[in-house]
Structures are given as structure tokens and as C-alpha cells.
């Protein structure tokens, strides 16, 4: 039954790629699906790339069993700031700004906000380059749970979702994304509500209350929604880095340039909201459930000492073979929207803001949709190596490259849509700032001098990105009024 679900779901995705593909006419069409998406289909593809296997193996797992059930807070944060925050702040200047600009990616924004072909060039760089290692640990995060569900190699279940990956995004691009995003969301709301019933009415967990009850007794504290005083900071970082940490992500902001207009807007912030919270909260939540399930002489252990095998193993126990079956193709879901948000943003980087930016300028749109095809593979390829061989938990993996994307383009991008009065001088510091931060704690960690958890430096780069970009504009030769009002409009009156 479990095969049959997921051969069907394969079927589906490559059915709709090869639909998809009659309906890519340009690079347009095949990065932004023509400017045209509506609130149903933005909302979906935002929140499924929002959620992948990261969370529902990596961080509701190994912090469902660091933190207990307070880890839910996440899921509440990511709903609250990372959807319904992100949504009334940047949905509508992003998509306005950046079709004045005539901007398709970050990179690009960034050149043609700040005037600054050498900001697109660090730009482009640091997606390409950092945007691996978060593909990766969603690749683990299948591999891990296609492992224990059909005992299938975790090497062979990483090559195989690699393939599915750049098949059905070669074919369609933007388009197919979407299209693929709204059935694999109403498979992943389905599949979440389902997840949390059966898990607390297993034998192991016995209902809601026996379950927070019988979290205190193995761990103090850990059945409570209040955290004690040593987990509340990094608990909070995790909420924090979770929450805002998607508003300098390009795979995320990437959704609203391509949002059809000002209504679809309005009803894609209460979608998507609603999408994260049912999503986020199922998932943590029942991560911090995995302790009953692994307890041995009254004492729960981690299984194989790896906090990644918590959430498949604990689904394992706790599910009939058939909604197991429909749980595996919710985190299939989950993980190849994400995966495809991650490998369109970082091929067409590559494609429209290094090649044709750079080193051919009058390339023609047919090539570079050619192009972008054909670094969908590289960065899958890459990524499926670092997979395979990076021996880092999924949490360190994910918050890394959170930390390097979203450190340094946070306070640039946010600022840049919000303020007249930012310059290319403070963007720059903040590219810098937010840089040095992650850049400083691996060489410090590199050498045994500091020991901080991930997530807290992650939060601290972008919290550094975002203070000073304004501080250093003003240093910085203020940008002419002509062009402030190509970028803002001469209508715009808010002013920051």
C-alpha cells in the first residue's frame, strides 16, 4: 500500500511536469509563470516551500526531543511572522518594486535597487553556493525516512529523489512548481491532521493529556508549552531564525514577484497563514511526542543516537502500513516543493543574474531557459553529493545555510522595499555585517574557541544585516531623487 501511494504521487508529478512545459514559452514563463499566479496557487507554493522533510524529520524530531512540547511555539511563530508578518510587509512593495525594476531575482533587485553590478555578482554567488547545503539536508531528511519506511539504502533513496527533482522541474519551471505546490498542500494538511490523531491515540502515547504526562515524568518540563529558563533563548532563536529567517530567502520571496495582483495578495496572506499553522504545530508537536516511543528500563533514548531517525522510526511504530503510506508522500510533498523552489532560485541565479549579467549579455531568452534547465541539474548534483557526505545533523545543515542567505540579504531586501532613504553603502554593510557573523563563528568553532548552537548565530546574523543597513546609509551618498521615484512610485508616501 505504502508503494502504491508513492508510485501514484510520482505519476502525478510528472504528469503535471509534462503538462507544464506546453505553458513555458520564456524565461518568464518558466521563472516566474508570467507574473500570473492567483491566491490559491502563491499561498500553496509559499507554504509548501516553507515546509519539507527539514522539518518534519530534522528539526520536529531532534528539538521535539530537546525542548518537548514547547517546541510547537515554531510552528506558531512561523505561522504568525514567517506567513501572516511576511505576507502584509513584503507581498505587495516586492511585487510592485520589482516589476518596476524589471527584476526576476534577488541578485537582480539588488543590482537595480542599488545601483551595484558587483552587489548582483556576491549575490548570485552566495545563493548558488549556500543554497546547497539547505537542498541537502532535505535530501537527508527523505533519505532517512524512505530508509526506514522500505528499507530502501539511504544513498539509493537520495539518487532517486535527485532525478525525480530535475525531471519534472526541467520540464515545467515555475509552472509546474505551482501546480505540483497546490496538490502536494492538500496533501500535506490531510496528511498532518491524520499524523497527529493516530499518533496520540497509539498505545505508546495514550491520548493528549496521558502524553503530556508522561513527558514530565521522563523529562521534567518537557510536557509543558512553557519553556524552562535554560531552553527559552534557544528555543527563541529557533523561533526566530524559523520566523524571519524566510524573509531574505529567495526561494520565498521568489513567490511574491510572481503573485498576479493586489486581491490575490489579501486572501494569500489568510491561506497561507492558515497553511502554516495547521502544518508547523502538527509537525513539531508531534516531533516532541518521540520520546514515549523509544524508552528503555524507564529512560527514553535517542534510536541509533541520531536525532534525525526520531520522527521516521516513532511514524513507524505508531501508524497503520496504508496512512503511513499517505505520511510518506505528505514529506515527499513537502520536500520536493521545497527542493524545487531551491534548485529554480538558484539555477536561474546562475543563468539570468552570472551568465547573462556577465558573461554574455545579448543572450537570447531561449537560451537562457536553456541554461537554467541545465543548472537545475549541476545544483541538484552537488547537492545530492553533499548529502551523501556531509556528516552534519540536518538542523546544522539548514541553519548554516539559512544563516549565510538570510544573514546577509535580510536587512538589504527589507529595507530596500521599505525606505527611501537606504544607500548602496549601508546595503553593502549589511551584506558585510550579516557575512561576518557566520563567517567569524565557523572559524571560531573551526578551532574549538566557541561552542554556540546554529540557530542563535544564524539569528544573530540576520539581526545584524537588519540594524545596519539603516545605520551605515547614512554615511552613504543618498541615491538621486528620479530614481527613488522609479523604484517607489510617485504616488508612494510611506516613507521609513
Known amino acids: 500500500m ?8 510520482i505519476l502525478v508529478m510528472i504528469i503535471v511536469g509534462v503538462y507544464s512545459k506546453t505553458r513555458v514559452k520564456s524565461s518568464d514563463d518558466f521563472f516566474l509563470g508570467g507574473r500570473s499566479m492567483g491566491a490559491w496557487m502563491s499561498a500553496f507554493a509559499y507554504g509548501t516551500s516553507y515546509f519539507s ?8 524530531g531532534g528539538l521535539g526531543w530537546r525542548f ?3 517546541t510547537s511555539w515554531i510552528g506558531i511563530g512561523n505561522a504568525v511572522f514567517g506567513c501572516w508578518l511576511a505576507w502584509k510587509l513584503l507581498a505587495r512593495r516586492t511585487r510592485d518594486i520589482t516589476q518596476r525594476l524589471d527584476a526576476r531575482t534577488m541578485p537582480e533587485f539588488f ?8 552587489m548582483k555578482f556576491i549575490a548570485a554567488l552566495v545563493v548558488f553556493i549556500f543554497l546547497v547545503p539547505y537542498t541537502a539536508s532535505v535530501y537527508k531528511g527523505l533519505g532517512y525516512i524512505f530508509e526506514s519506511a522500505f528499507g530502501i539504502s539511504f544513498n539509493t533513496v537520495v539518487l532517486i529523489m535527485a532525478l525525480l527533482t530535475a525531471v519534472y522541474l526541467i520540464l515545467g519551471g515555475y509552472v509546474a512548481t505551482a501546480i505540483n505546490d497546490f496538490i502536494q498542500g492538500i496533501i500535506m494538511i490531510i496528511g498532518s491532521i491524520l499524523m497527529v490523531f493516530f499518533v496520540l491515540k497509539s498505545p505508546e502515547v495514550g491520548g493528549f493529556s496521558a502524553a503530556l504526562s508522561k513527558l514530565s515524568d521522563l523529562e521534567p518540563g518537557s510536557g509543558s508549552f512553557i519553556p524552562n529558563a535554560s531552553q527559552f533563548i534557544p528555543l527563541m532563536s529557533m523561533v526566530l531564525m524559523t520566523s524571519f529567517g524566510v524573509w531574505g530567502l529567495p526561494q520565498m520571496v521568489h513567490k511574491f514577484y510572481a503573485i498576479k495582483d493586489e486581491a490575490a495578495i489579501k486572501r494569500g496572506t489568510i491561506i497561507s497563514t492558515l497553511f502554516a499553522f495547521i502544518i508547523g504545530v502538527s509537525a513539531y508537536f508531534t516531533g516532541a511526542l518521540g520520546r514515549l516511543f523509544f524508552i528503555e528500563n524507564g529512560v527514553a533514548v535517542m534510536p541509533q543516537n541520531n536525532a534525525d531517525m526520531i520522527v521516521p522510526l516513532m511514524l513507524e511504530k505508531a501508524l497503520p502500513d496504508a496512512l503511513l503510506g499517505i505520511i510518506i508522500v505528505l514529506i515527499l510533498s513537502a520536500s520536493m516543493s521545497t527542493l524545487a523552489a531551491l534548485v529554480l532560485v538558484s539555477s536561474s541565479t546562475i543563468s539570468i543574474d552570472f551568465i547573462k549579467g556577465f558573461v554574455k ?5 531561449k537560451k537562457t531557459t536553456y541554461y537554467m534547465r541545465f543548472f537545475c541539474i549541476i545544483f541538484v548534483l552537488l547537492s545530492y553529493i553533499m548529502a551523501i557526505f556531509q556528516s552534519n545533523t540536518i538542523v546544522y545543515l539548514m541553519s548554516l545555510s539559512w544563516g549565510v542567505v538570510s544573514g546577509m540579504f535580510l536587512g538589504p531586501y527589507v529595507w530596500g522595499i521599505w525606505s527611501r532613504k537606504v544607500t548602496s553603502f549601508g546595503a553593502w554593510a549589511g551584506f558585510i555585517g550579516g557575512g561576518i557573523v557566520i563567517g567569524g563563528y565557523i572559524i571560531l568553532q573551526t578551532f574549538g574557541i566557541l561552542t554556540v548552537d546554529m540557530p542563535i548565530v544564524s539569528t ?4 545584524v544585516s537588519f540594524i545596519t543597513v539603516p545605520l551605515a546609509s547614512v554615511l552613504g551618498k543618498e541615491m538621486s531623487h528620479e530614481f527613488i521615484e522609479k523604484v517607489f512610485g510617485k504616488v508612494e508616501k510611506t516613507t521609513v
Do not use: C
Open 2 to 9: 505504502k508503494l502504491a501511494f508513492l508510485l501514484l504521487f
Open 361 to 365: 549579455n545579448d543572450l537570447s531568452d
Open 460 to 463: 544573530i546574523a540576520m539581526l
Open 111 to 118: 543590482e537595480k535597487r542599488y545601483q551595484s553590478k558587483n
Open 68 to 70: 518537548g512540547v514547547s
Open 53 to 60: 522533510a527539514v522539518i518534519f524529520i530534522g528539526y520536529a
